[in-house]
């Protein structure tokens, strides 16, 4: 027997289910939670209403829950000492968070349960669960299970993430990102000076990375920061830190952190103090010549007339010649009398004594250093022949693997206009001959070695069938005529029917060397009716069965005129 006293100064710890429900509360069993109430005055009525509502489910007879309550009664000083303890938390112990939940593939709704989660598919979306891996339905899984193991699939899982995807997709699972942590409720500070996430209890490498997990685990929005630099502060150029304090910021070499010193701050390396000279008399030196933007020290890389610095000689030069069209001074020296040969056969620049390795180098290397266009001859007093067998090139000196590579290098490099090769009426020469005893390929003008190489080429390129086309399979009615507007796609010669007019077609031409298309229609002298009324075409000896249907054919097919209405 439970009694019901209200306690003036109690602390009360209540264990209860957690899917309690006023609809659904047979055969169901759940975990409990526990909730704390404060002896505030102000919170007694709130404290008290869930406990009247546990008290009315126990006392409800038709309910099967196992509902226990303990009441401990405690002196005052340990409620106050305990409640002083908690009283810097900023969440609120009395509220259930809880850190996953169901959610509808179809809608999209959160549910609380899995039980109800069917229930709604079943009512709202009209669809039952027809799966068999869910071998208890009416058991929810462990979501903490450290064996990672779905009691109500009766599977286990090798690692976290497979099981929580099982939970997800199986049993339509959602986690909350936010509440995974131990202290969610706490949240990180963005300008923590050792990167470290007090929600998440980790401190990160970087402060990149650290921004990067605020961002994206704890949704927060961040301010980008705004890096002032000091302009009155410039770095030292032998610092061993390697720290700018104008930019705030330590480098992690030496190269990067100097390099920085030139190009943003101008900050060259101090020059030496001049040793002293023994000889008290020297003699005058000449005067040395202005230096002139071109010339540049070993570690002054400045251009004078942008006011900018580079790190290295390369981009420096790269810089003089696109911004200035300046060259580098040996190059200079070198082209100041010495012009190249343009339609130099070797690739070879006299002016800088270099020999290029393709033509194409060679003309880049006349534009980018001579500021010369290469502008070879196109066209040449001896054209190379398009039909050599063996694809040689007269004026380049050059063989080629195959005929589409020779005629591409006839388009491109010699501008020559080749008829495609397909383009002639003579429908017999667009296929090879497999029985040809001399190997020699009529549409390629190509003769081959041997037999085996010639009927690869033959089933390779020209798609021949490897079949009857390619053995020696004698027909069975040899003397038989064709017919190849036959609407059954009957071959009278090899006694077969095909499925399709496409497949008829290509038998036609691989098999007997007959092209259908140069008789396209059946009877081409037959008058054409446009307003017939059968819809039938005499040409074709064809009937169509719609309106539009027998107007397209009659304007596309035969150049009709179209009958508009007057």
Not at 202 to 216: E, Q
Not at 225 to 243: A, E, G, M, Q, R
Not at 434 to 456: A, G, H, I, M
Not at 506 to 527: C, G, S, V, W
Request: some cysteine; proline content about 7%.
């Amino acid at each position: 027997n439970i009694k019901h006293e209200k306690p003036t100064n109690a602390y009360i710890v209540a264990t209860v289910a957690e899917n309690v429900t006023e609809t659904n509360l047979k055969n169901e069993d759940a975990s409990t939670d526990e909730l704390e109430y404060d002896n505030d005055e102000t919170q007694n009525t709130s404290a008290l209403e869930p406990h009247e509502d546990i008290i009315d489910c126990i006392d409800d007879e038709s309910s099967n829950i196992n509902t226990s309550i303990e009441v401990k009664q405690e002196d005052t000083t340990k409620s106050e000492n305990y409640l002083g303890e908690n009283s810097g938390e900023t969440r609120n112990t009395s509220q259930i968070i809880k850190s996953y939940g169901y959610e509808c593939p179809i809608c999209k709704e959160k549910i609380s349960d899995f039980a109800s989660m069917m229930e709604h598919r079943r009512e709202i979306h009209k669809t039952k669960y027809r799966g068999r891996l869910i071998k208890h339905i009416d058991l929810e899984p462990d979501i903490e299970d450290l064996n990672h193991y779905c009691r109500a699939c009766e599977t286990a899982y090798g690692t976290v993430q497979r099981y929580r995807c099982h939970l997800r997709v199986v049993h339509y699972v959602y986690f909350n990102s936010r509440l995974n942590g131990p202290q969610m409720h706490i949240l990180p500070n963005p300008d923590d000076p050792n990167f470290y996430c007090a929600s998440c209890e980790h401190t990160y490498s970087k402060k990149a990375v650290f921004r990067t997990h605020l961002r994206y685990t704890h949704k927060m929005k961040l301010i980008r920061p705004c890096f002032k630099k000091k302009t009155t502060i410039l770095p030292v150029w032998d610092n061993p830190d390697l720290y700018c304090p104008s930019c705030n910021f330590t480098y992690s070499s030496t190269h990067t952190y100097r390099a920085h010193c030139r190009i943003t701050h101008n900050v060259r390396k101090p020059q030496a103090e001049p040793k002293p000279n023994p000889n008290p008399n020297p003699k005058p030196k000449p005067k040395s010549k202005s230096i002139s933007s071109n010339k540049v020290s070993k570690y002054n890389f400045h251009c004078e007339l942008c006011d900018k610095s580079f790190c290295d000689r390369y981009n420096y030069h790269r810089h003089q010649f696109t911004a200035h069209k300046k060259q580098p001074p040996a190059l200079q020296r070198l082209a100041r009398d010495i012009e190249p040969v343009i339609d130099d056969p070797n690739n070879y620049c006299r002016a800088c004594d270099k020999t290029l390795s393709t033509e194409h180098s060679y003309s880049m290397h006349l534009l980018g250093v001579h500021s010369m266009r290469n502008e070879r001859s196109q066209k040449r007093s001896v054209e190379p022949d398009a039909d050599d067998p063996n694809f040689y090139c007269s004026v380049c000196n050059r063989y080629y693997r195959n005929r589409a590579n020779y005629r591409q290098h006839l388009r491109t490099t010699h501008k020559m206009i080749l008829e495609r090769l397909g383009s002639n009426k003579d429908k017999s020469k667009l296929w090879p001959n497999p029985f040809d005893t001399n190997f020699y390929c009529r549409v390629c003008k190509v003769q081959y070695k041997s037999l085996d190489v010639y009927r690869l080429h033959c089933t390779s390129v020209h798609h021949l069938k490897s079949g009857p086309s390619i053995r020696r399979v004698s027909k069975r009615y040899p003397n038989a005529v064709i017919d190849i507007n036959n609407p059954d796609f009957y071959c009278a010669q090899c006694d077969k029917y095909h499925t399709k007019k496409a497949h008829f077609t290509r038998h036609l031409q691989t098999m007997h060397f007959i092209d259908p298309e140069l008789t396209k229609f059946p009877y081409p002298n037959a008058a054409v009716d446009i307003n017939s009324p059968d819809l039938y075409c005499a040409k074709c000896d064809k009937h169509l069965s719609r309106r539009r249907h027998f107007l397209y054919h009659m304007t596309q097919v035969h150049d009709l005129p179209y009958p508009f209405k007057k």
